[in-house]
């Protein structure tokens, strides 16, 4: 799950991606939530009004407090679910292509260790054998940008490219991002395989 804290505006409100990807057409406003759901109770996220201790403005819910939301959730319609969404992960390009329908876009070959992506990307700068941080289906970054599979020119994209600003920290230089990039390939065995969005927002200054 990821958050927003809106406290700043709003007293005592959240609001909390479960899958961005889920089309909802059900809307539930009971006790401190209000809640958007498809007809198979697949919840895509959810208004909470109450107190919550998180640290940033965006972030990863820490597994106590998803265990807490859930319970409750599950209290108002048992039959709720709760899709298991890898918002951001280290990714290593195995190979890099010319897009056939633009000479501006490349197909990327991305493997996040027990899987492989296919993502579009305009930049010049990911080149094969490097590891670089990407957003995945499902998720949601620190603008408000859901993230969902579709394709570009009828080729497949499966993620995007995350920057800094993605993460939730401020707008970044190039060269900001480039030294952010840099350090993930010199440090990519403690974020290789893993949800990196809160282990990045801790570890990199």
């Avoid at 990821?2 to 991606?17: A, G, V």
């Avoid at 010199?186 to 990196?196: A, D, P, S, T």
């Amino acid at each position: 799950m990821i958050y927003f804290d809106l406290r700043e505006k709003f007293n005592d409100t959240y609001i909390i991606y479960v899958d961005s990807s889920i089309k909802p057409i059900n809307k539930l406003a009971q006790n401190n939530f209000v809640i958007w759901f498809d007809n198979e109770k697949q919840i895509k996220c959810f208004n909470y009004f109450g107190k919550l201790n998180f640290n940033n403005n965006y972030g990863l819910v820490d597994a106590l407090t998803e265990a807490k939301l859930k319970e409750e959730l599950l209290a108002i319609d048992p039959e709720f679910k709760f899709n298991n969404v890898l918002n951001f992960a280290l990714g290593k390009i195995e190979k890099r292509s010319q897009h056939p329908k633009s000479e501006k876009l490349a197909i990327l070959q991305v493997d996040f260790g027990n899987f492989k992506k296919q993502i579009i990307t305009n930049t010049t700068y990911t080149i094969e054998d490097k590891y670089f941080p990407f957003i995945l289906n499902g998720s949601i970054n620190s603008q408000g940008l859901e993230i969902t599979e579709g394709e570009i020119m009828n080729e497949k994209s499966q993620g995007m490219l995350a920057s800094l600003k993605s993460f939730g920290f401020r707008i970044a230089t190039d060269e900001e991002n480039q030294n952010f990039f840099d350090y993930l390939n010199k440090n990519y065995q403690k974020y290789f395989g893993l949800e990196i969005l809160d282990k990045v927002q801790t570890t990199y200054k």
